[in-house]
Every structure is written in structure tokens, then in C-alpha cells.
């Protein structure tokens, strides 16, 4: 598989058998039509939101306290795309996941980061996505996929289950971790006009 639109295709052939893999047509399109928004309340003490809570963007002295989460659940089945922003000196770059934890439940403003501090909690999930990847402009896309496998890509470009056995029967919100050289990040439309300003360097 080389690009989103192979993805429903994908997840399909995965194991036909099993009705959990198989992508359910009442839960939602691959798409969605307006980009996802950032929770206004729960957010890292060094993050601003903006763009109508579409970016969320790290300030650049710091490396870390730059925890987000999704205005919303998210719909299973569907793709959302951030656009990553990025620079400064630090090394290390933004954590992708999910939780099946309301932002408002989670203390204000959150833990420093996402790996250790959040995934040390039931119901948190992420991992880092490699520095190599989310580079100053790239559009990271992301599915959460009917048998709780979330999918990424870069690009357009298939990278591969991002995490494994998420719970499909809850409501799931993204969590992003705007750390190290990730200075913010973006939801937005695939095809949308590039968003983000040019690298910040110290």
C-alpha cells in the first residue's frame, strides 16, 4: 500500500474473515470534511492555540509542556492530517496517540510529556514519530482503523500500524505530544494549502 486512498482496500484485505477488520460504512467516511480542532482547555503549559484552535504551537525556549488533545472523539475509519512545524536546537520530535480519557478529565495543564508521563496511565497510548519524518512541512496522517490499529502516513505515503489494540467500542480523542524539534502542528485538509510558516532557527 502506497497512499491513503489504497487504505480501505487495505484494511479490507487485511483479514477478511474477521468482521473487525473490515471497514464498517455506517461509521464514517476516510475523510473529514472540515479539519479537526485542538481542545481549547486541556492543553501543555508552553502551548498557543490558534487558527481557531486548528494549530497548536510550542513555545520554541522550551523543549517539552506541549501536550494536546483533540476537540473530539475521533470517528473510526476516518483520516486526519496534521501538518508539522518545526525547528529551534532541540533534538526529538512530536509523540502521536489516542486515549479513551476526556480531555477535561485530565489535569490542567498536563503532564511534561506524553512518553513516559501519560502512557504510564491506563488508557493513554503513543509513540513517537521518527525525526526523519516529521520534518518542517510534512503532512502526517493518521487512522484510527475498526480492528484498533492506528495507521500513519507521511505524505500520502503508507508507514504503517502506529499503534496496536486500541478499543473501538469507546470514544477515542487524539493525543499529540508537540515536543523536541516539532514546533506545532496543524490539522488540516489533505490536499489544503500549506500552512505552516517557514522553520524557526535559533
Known amino acids: ?29 476516510m475523510e473529514e470534511d472540515d479539519p479537526m480542532q485542538f481542545h481549547p482547555v486541556s492543553q501543555g503549559s508552553s502551548i498557543i492555540l490558534d487558527m481557531g484552535g486548528h494549530r497548536a504551537t510550542r513555545d520554541v525556549d522550551s523543549f517539552c509542556n506541549g501536550v494536546v488533545f483533540s ?6 475509519g476516518s483520516v486526519y492530517c496534521l501538518e508539522v512545524g518545526s525547528g529551534g536546537d532541540w533534538s526529538g520530535s512530536l509523540r502521536l496517540g489516542v486515549t479513551i480519557h476526556s480531555p477535561t ?76 524539534n516539532t514546533t506545532s502542528v496543524t490539522f488540516v485538509k489533505e490536499g489544503q494549502k500549506e500552512q505552516t510558516r517557514k522553520p524557526i532557527n535559533n
Not at 12 to 24: A, G, I, M, R
Not at 71 to 76: D, G, Q, R
Open 105 to 180: 478529565q485530565v489535569p490542567s495543564p498536563p503532564p511534561r510529556y506524553a512518553c513516559p508521563d501519560l502512557i504510564a496511565r491506563d488508557g493513554y497510548w503513543a509513540r513517537p514519530v521518527k525525526e526523519s519524518l516529521a520534518v518542517h512541512g510534512a503532512r502526517i496522517s493518521f487512522c484510527l482503523c475498526p480492528g484498533g490499529d492506528v495507521r500513519l502516513f507521511v505524505n500520502n505515503h503508507h508507514i504503517g500500524r502506529h499503534l496496536t489494540n486500541i478499543p473501538t467500542n469507546l470514544p477515542v480523542w487524539a493525543l499529540i505530544d508537540v515536543y523536541g
Open 71 to 76: 476537540k473530539s472523539p475521533l470517528t473510526v
Open 1 to 29: 500500500m502506497e497512499d491513503i486512498t489504497q487504505l480501505k482496500a487495505s484494511i479490507e484485505n487485511d483479514n477478511p474473515s474477521d468482521p473487525d477488520e473490515t471497514l464498517n460504512p455506517n461509521l464514517g467516511g
